[in-house]
């Protein structure tokens, strides 16, 4: 069969070493230290793309509320110079290659388009003073 042959242990005194001839604490070490730097750049990129992620979206968001409040605007004069034309609530606007359906129901104006296969909605309310609040709807 298999004969096992004994390796003596380390002599006292004397830092302990692998059978490749490396010191074990200093491997070890720096081990942890490449795997600290690794962690640290990954958490750097990962916040970066999450960064540059909320910067698209707050653009398309700014996109958004300037389209609704010209349609806004747009409606709200119409409704003032000629009371007695019906105005069509409904329009489609491509905002950064996305379809978006604007709604104007004289109080608000509700916004609704797909992203990632979902459909999201978000309502602009506005009076004859300007915008009042801007929310999404869930």
């Known amino acids: 069969m298999w004969k096992l042959k004994k390796t003596a242990?380390?002599?006292?005194?004397?830092?302990?070493k692998a059978q490749?001839?490396?010191?074990?604490?200093a491997?070890?070490?720096?081990?942890?230290?490449?795997l600290m730097l690794c962690s640290l750049c990954t958490l750097s990129l990962h916040s970066?793309?999450?960064l540059m992620r909320a910067q698209k979206q707050?653009?398309?968001?700014?996109?958004?509320?300037r389209q609704a409040r010209q349609t806004a605007?747009?409606?709200?004069?119409k409704?003032?110079?000629?009371?007695?034309?019906?105005?069509?609530?409904?329009?489609?606007?491509?905002?950064?290659?996305?379809e978006v359906r604007f709604e104007d129901r004289q109080t608000c104006v509700e916004m609704i388009w797909m992203q990632n296969g979902k459909e999201l909605k978000a309502r602009l309310?506005?009076?004859?003073?300007?915008?009042?609040?801007?929310?999404?709807?869930?």
């Open 9 to 16: 242990g380390p002599k006292p005194g004397r830092l302990s």
């Open 20 to 25: 490749n001839g490396f010191a074990l604490p």
């Open 27 to 34: 491997a070890l070490c720096a081990f942890v230290l490449i």
């Open 48 to 50: 970066k793309v999450w």
């Open 58 to 65: 707050s653009d398309f968001d700014l996109a958004l509320i």
């Open 73 to 77: 605007v747009e409606n709200e004069g």
């Open 79 to 98: 409704r003032k110079c000629f009371p007695e034309i019906k105005i069509n609530p409904f329009s489609w606007k491509t905002i950064q290659g996305k």
């Open 125 to 138: 309310f506005y009076s004859q003073a300007g915008i009042l609040s801007f929310e999404y709807v869930r």
